[in-house]
């Protein structure tokens, strides 16, 4: 059980709870601003639309090598009202250690992209509109191309609008052990990707930080929806174009 945070926040602004007793849990000894970064995040994407049905997950790494603990949010929690306390703690082997129930069905995802990517702190993970309807278009050829546009400088190292961003986009399915596999791979074939797209799913992106993966996800996000209103002129799509990645099986 995670103790309810009747917390306090010391000089180097880390978080404690008067119930703990010293004892150095995730939850407790994180700075406060990252865990509340976290949730905050999660009621401005539930603002957007972008969590919907409670859908979605985000976490937050422990700091330092390795994947370490991982905070993540519960399984089928409503994103709008989460809470530091909500949070579930999971250990390196990916075991809960704390928490007051299940964590995201998706939280193998999340270990794989920490291993894949040391140097992310946070991952963030969103169902919206056009991430759905991109990752559906471009399936077919493997990845998402986002090119010429001034906020690609939003991403972490890049300078121009000239770059090339190729998300790449994986099928979905519900056998997490195989979208495991594919995530890797995926991370290891797109090593400069700042995001990874599951077909008619959704969005992964991270950062160092809660607010560099917060800035990654506003700017895919807002391409995503360029992309899609510069694609179809705002027509539906023809049913064929929607079901491209199925023919492809
Ligand atoms: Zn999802």
């Known amino acids: ?115 894949a990517r040391p140097e992310a702190r946070s991952i963030l993970h969103v169902h919206t509109v056009w991430n759905t309807l991109i990752s559906g278009h471009y399936a077919p050829r493997g990845y998402a191309p986002l090119q010429g546009y001034e906020i690609l400088k939003g991403l972490a190292g890049v300078t121009t609008h000239a770059h090339l961003e190729r998300v790449p986009i994986l099928a979905n399915t519900q056998t997490y052990d195989e979208l495991c596999d594919e995530m890797a791979e995926a991370l290891d074939e797109y090593p400069q990707a700042h995001g990874v797209l599951l077909s008619r799913h959704g969005l992964y992106t991270w950062g160092q930080s809660v607010a560099e993966a917060r800035r990654h996800l506003e700017v895919l996000e807002f391409l995503f929806e360029v992309e899609m209103r510069r694609l179809t002129g705002g027509r539906m799509l023809e049913p064929d174009a929607i079901g491209a990645d199925e023919a492809r099986g």
């Not at 905050?40 to 919907?52: E, F, K, L, N």
């Not at 905070?71 to 704390?98: C, M």
């Open 1 to 115: 059980m995670v103790e309810p945070l009747s917390a306090r926040v010391d000089c180097a602004g880390l978080l404690h709870s008067e119930h703990m007793g010293g004892d150095p849990r995730f939850l407790h000894s994180q700075a406060l601003s990252e865990v509340e970064a976290l949730c905050a995040t999660a009621h401005w994407c539930y603002a957007r639309g972008w969590v919907p049905a409670t859908s979605g997950n985000f976490s937050l790494r422990e700091p330092g090598p390795g994947i370490g603990r991982v905070l993540i949010t519960p399984s089928g929690h409503d994103k709008g009202a989460l809470q530091p306390d909500d949070l579930i703690e999971v250990d390196a082997n990916g075991r809960v250690v704390a928490g007051r129930s299940k964590p995201s069905a998706e939280t193998g995802l999340h270990r794989v992209l920490y291993r």
